[in-house]
């Protein structure tokens, strides 16, 4: 099975978790697409959806799905999104198609998050994809100097601006053994809007797709 069947396959298998009439939160990125397109096709009646990203907010207008704003929204039931890479806790990085922001916003709002990605990105530690950090333009340079200094070898992503007028650096070089340390240590770096380490508030299930099919890593209590 190619990577793109093994993405459909993972975002058809998150339809289960999706009731008629609930309000979801959705991510971003090619996986996510074939999940809004799943939904579009499927029978299930949503009242709506908050969009982490402009591009997602354009793929469920198409999809005829209604979208809600998240400060009228309040806690959602259910997030779906993807990852770049994930552990079988369910720590992430996040961040490769640039909309880390808002995801850990939608995330962070949602009472269970299913992450849903195809088997060639779960590892056991995080880091030989480029860690992304979203962050202020004036301070990308300070950011740049406090990040080598943990370590890590920043390559600003030219050309692009997230959907908040921000800039992302690329993090290489990164092993990252305790993901909920240096989420926080980079955090704590002034000018940083958001790291792509979703540990502190990771995936509660994983549905990784491969070749025999799409298995489920429950990480949190239901
Ligand atoms: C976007 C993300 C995506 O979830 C991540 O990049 C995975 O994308 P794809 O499903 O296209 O492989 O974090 O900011």
Known sequence: MDTR???RAAAEAALRYVEDDMVLGIGTGSTVDEFIGA???????????VASSNATS???KAAGIPELD???????PLYVDGADQATPQGALIKGGGGA???EKIVAAASV??????DDGKLVDVLG??????????MARSYVARRVV???????????VVTDNGNVILDVHNLRIEDPVELEARIDAIAGVVTVGLFARRGADELLIAGDDGVRRITTATP
């Open 70 to 76: 998240l400060n009228s929204a309040g806690d959602l």
């Open 128 to 137: 030989a994809f480029p860690l992304p950090i979203e962050v202020i333009p």
């Open 58 to 60: 354009a793929r469920l």
């Open 5 to 7: 069947a093994k993405k």
């Open 149 to 159: 200094a943990l370590g890590g070898e920043p390559v600003w992503r030219q050309d």
């Open 112 to 117: 269970r998050f299913v992450c849903i990605i």
């Open 100 to 102: 880390l922001t808002r």
């Open 39 to 49: 939904l579009g096709a499927s029978r299930l009646r949503l009242r709506g959806a």
